[in-house]
């Protein structure tokens, strides 16, 4: 496994990769990297000829300076992890390396996908999100990249971006790992305190219960108990709980048969935001 840091040093490699005709697959990450990361890298190593990982924390997609400094770094046992799956490359660069001299996100329109959910909550996010990982399509040029459906949304907006870019790459979402509890993987999860920690797989818990009675209720209905029971927890708090139009993201207000929908939630444990979704 090769490790690299700077991106003329990845360009020679991918210049000699795409001489040779080379399938590259290609999944982004920030590090703190767990079970759900590394099945991707594993997919992505049986899918192509060569993988890259990427281990870069972004700034531009920060919406809270406290959050970029407090997000876990733990580049030396990660590359240890990646060696495992049996990895080519992996790109660690600086935030320097990345933005030169311009350390600002370019703007994007994504046909309104990213106003919805995580995008009124967290300005400019997916400024942020799209710039990042356009530089790293261009640089890397991959047939293929992967990424987890836990953040489904930014999945979505990867998916139009290279559409409306008429970028030569499969986007593949692969589905969320869990811990055996239910809890959503996520680096965020080793911040978590013991009682936050035993309290978190509720979040899973009450995704289930919505699915459940949705069946048989109204949206308006399942929202009116989501509402409800995160009132009776004392160590998570709701940010958000929104049935979508798993297309367009859009609030769902009532059940369409021709529609596929899914469930999204953010939650607050302490100042950790931890955020899942569900297929209904």
């Known amino acids: 496994m090769v490790v690299v840091s700077k991106i003329e040093d990845l360009k020679a490699i991918i ?6 005709q080379k399938n590259i697959g290609l999944v982004p990450t920030m590090g703190a990297l767990h079970k759900g990361h590394l099945s991707l890298i594993e997919k992505s190593v049986q899918e192509n000829d060569f993988s890259i990982t990427t281990i870069f924390v972004n700034p531009t997609q920060f919406d809270k300076k406290e959050d970029l400094e407090n997000y876990p770094s733990t580049l030396e046992n990660d590359l240890k992890l ?12 600086s935030a320097e390396e990345m933005y030169q001299e311009n350390l600002h996100a370019e703007a994007f329109y994504f ?19 799209g710039t990042i990982v356009k530089k790293f399509f261009e640089l890397t040029q991959p047939t293929k990249a992967y990424f987890g459906e836990k953040d489904f949304q930014q999945l979505q907006i990867i998916k139009k971006m290279v559409s409306k870019n008429q970028m030569p790459i499969e986007i593949i979402g692969c589905p969320i790992f869990r811990e055996e509890d239910g809890l959503a993987m996520s680096s965020r999860n080793a911040r978590l305190n013991k009682n936050q920690r ?6 899973y818990e009450s995704l289930q219960k ?12 399942v929202n009116q ?3 409800q029971t995160y009132k009776e927890q004392t160590e998570l708090r709701l940010e958000y709980f929104e049935i979508a139009d798993e297309a367009t993201l859009q609030t769902a207000t009532k059940k369409e048969s021709s529609k596929k929908y899914r469930a999204f939630i953010a939650v607050f444990a302490g100042t950790i935001r931890l955020i899942d979704n569900i297929s209904l």
């Open 210 to 221: 919505a699915s459940e009675l949705l069946k048989t209720s109204t949206i308006e209905n």
């Open 82 to 93: 990646v060696e495992k799956t049996n990895c080519d490359l992996v790109f660690t660069p």
């Open 111 to 129: 046909d309104g996908l990213e106003n919805e959910m995580e995008g009124k909550h967290r300005k400019n996010h997916f400024d942020g999100v």
């Open 15 to 20: 210049t000699s990769l795409k001489s040779n």
């Open 198 to 203: 035993n309290s978190a797989p509720f979040i």
């Open 225 to 227: 108990w989501m509402q």
